[in-house]
């Protein structure tokens, strides 16, 4: 039986900066396909595989859902294009009734155009030049509107002759950009329910980096919702981080003994550190390389230079700060277009604002700070903490 062409549509990815890693180039793009194909699951059997920076995913079966794949690789690191093409016979005037049907209003709205051959079957009897000729010919004869201009064209138009069909597409939709996750390396991510780490987490890992997500609660001071704030954040994220496993750890103690034993200027700063310290443990098991945070200069008191220093000095592990020197309505801006800004401003609250200091030290010096930190067993509330936690994973 013949195939249904019509039915049969593919999508194809175009991958961005791997293809300047040179070398490395094969397992970065192995680590994409292998992200592609895991974000494919839900939608449908694929087969994936990849020739000249492109990834081609064609569906096996017709009852593939092609929208949400389409959706979902858009949400996909590595990637700076995604095209949906349409399947036709191969055979060089099913591919012009396929070019003219399927990119009908983008050959009535543009200019100029051109047409552009790959050929991967060579058994296919015409060179790539010559369907390219013959395409843009008849296009151009069936739309009387639209000028062939090879140099500098509105349009072009795709037709690829590969072994199951040929396929034409156009116009490709942007993708999410930056690296394949965990193409380099895994980190820490201290997520809270602001709405500035869930950006910080997106943003280290679109450089390819696979997260490990931490968030620190203080049950009964912030409430269980407070918690399931960060779960949904957790879960959004997934869709640009794939697999992600939060551990949550309760600061509550920690957080007690701190009011109890050290000066009120200092809660903030001396929580902080805890916080660095049970991360950088927490990345130890975990094999990664750096903690990741939401901190802004400036943009609250424990946030001044002096005030990161401190929080810094416990630990030997880098810290990024991805939004560090951006204005907050940047940073919005991100978090809106990621999703999670309507769930980073529900009204729960965060452990930091639990024991709040009315006059905070906004220029700190370290040797005050450990001073006043001399007075809590650090390793044993950093211990008990640590082994108190619980971890939810999220699957996509
Ligand atoms: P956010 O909007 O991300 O909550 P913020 O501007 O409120 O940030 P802080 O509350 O001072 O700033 O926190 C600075 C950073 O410390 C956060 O971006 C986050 O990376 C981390 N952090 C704060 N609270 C928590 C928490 N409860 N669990 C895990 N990380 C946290
Ligand atoms: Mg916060």
């Known amino acids: 039986m013949a195939a249904d062409y019509s039915k049969l549509d593919m999508i194809m990815l175009k991958q961005g900066e791997i293809v300047l890693k040179?070398?490395?180039?094969?397992s970065f793009e192995n680590k994409l396909i292998s992200n592609v194909r895991r974000r494919l699951k839900d939608f449908g059997?694929?087969?994936?595989?990849?020739?000249?920076?492109?990834?081609?995913?064609?569906?096996?079966?017709?009852?593939c859902d092609m929208d949400g794949a389409l959706d979902a690789m858009q949400h996909v690191f590595g990637v700076v294009g995604v095209t949906r093409a349409l399947a036709c016979e191969k055979d060089r005037d099913a591919i012009f009734e396929a070019a003219r049907n399927y990119l009908r209003d983008e050959l009535l709205s543009a200019k100029s155009f051109k047409v552009e051959t790959k050929r991967a079957d060579k058994t296919f009897p015409m060179s790539s030049i010559e369907i390219s000729k013959y395409i843009g010919g008849l296009?151009?004869?069936?739309?009387?509107?639209?000028?062939?201009?090879?140099?500098?064209?509105?349009?072009?138009?795709?037709?690829?002759?590969?072994?199951?069909?040929?396929?034409?597409?156009?116009?490709?939709?942007?993708?999410?950009?930056?690296?394949?996750v965990g193409s380099n390396g895994s980190a820490v991510t201290l997520l809270s329910g602001g709405i500035d780490s869930p950006v910080s987490s997106y943003m280290i890992a679109r450089r390819g980096i696979h997260l490990v997500p931490v968030h620190f609660f203080s049950f009964p001071y912030t409430s269980e919702q407070a918690k399931q704030k960060v779960l949904e954040l957790t879960e959004k994220l997934t869709e640009?981080?794939?697999?992600?496993?939060?551990?949550?750890?309760?600061?509550?103690?920690?957080?007690?003994e701190i009011r109890d034993k050290c000066p009120e200027e200092y809660f903030t700063l001396i929580m902080r550190r805890f916080m660095m310290r049970i991360s950088e443990r927490i990345a130890e098991m975990n094999g990664c390389r750096a903690l990741v945070t939401g901190e802004n200069l400036g943009q609250v008191a424990s946030q001044t230079m002096e005030a990161l220093r401190v929080t810094e000095e416990c630990v030997s592990l880098p810290i990024l700060r991805p939004l560090i020197g951006m204005d907050k309505r940047d940073i919005i801006e991100i978090a809106r277009k990621i999703g999670t800004f309507e769930t980073s401003i529900l009204p729960y609250e965060d452990c930091c604002t639990v024991f709040t200091p009315r006059h905070p030290r906004t220029k700190p010096r370290i040797e005050d700070v450990l001073e006043v930190e001399s007075a809590l067993d650090v390793e044993t509330l950093v211990q008990e903490a640590l082994s108190s936690r619980e971890q939810v994973r999220f699957n996509i």
């Open 240 to 256: 640009y981080c794939g697999r992600l496993t939060i551990e949550i750890v309760p600061f509550t103690h920690i957080q007690e």
């Open 45 to 63: 059997e694929f087969d994936v595989y990849s020739t000249q920076s492109t990834v081609y995913i064609e569906p096996k079966t017709e009852n």
């Open 22 to 26: 040179g070398q490395n180039r094969r």
């Open 139 to 180: 296009l151009s004869d069936e739309f009387a509107d639209i000028e062939v201009d090879v140099h500098d064209p509105e349009l072009t138009v795709h037709v690829e002759v590969r072994e199951k069909a040929a396929y034409v597409h156009a116009n490709p939709l942007p993708g999410a950009g930056g690296m394949p």
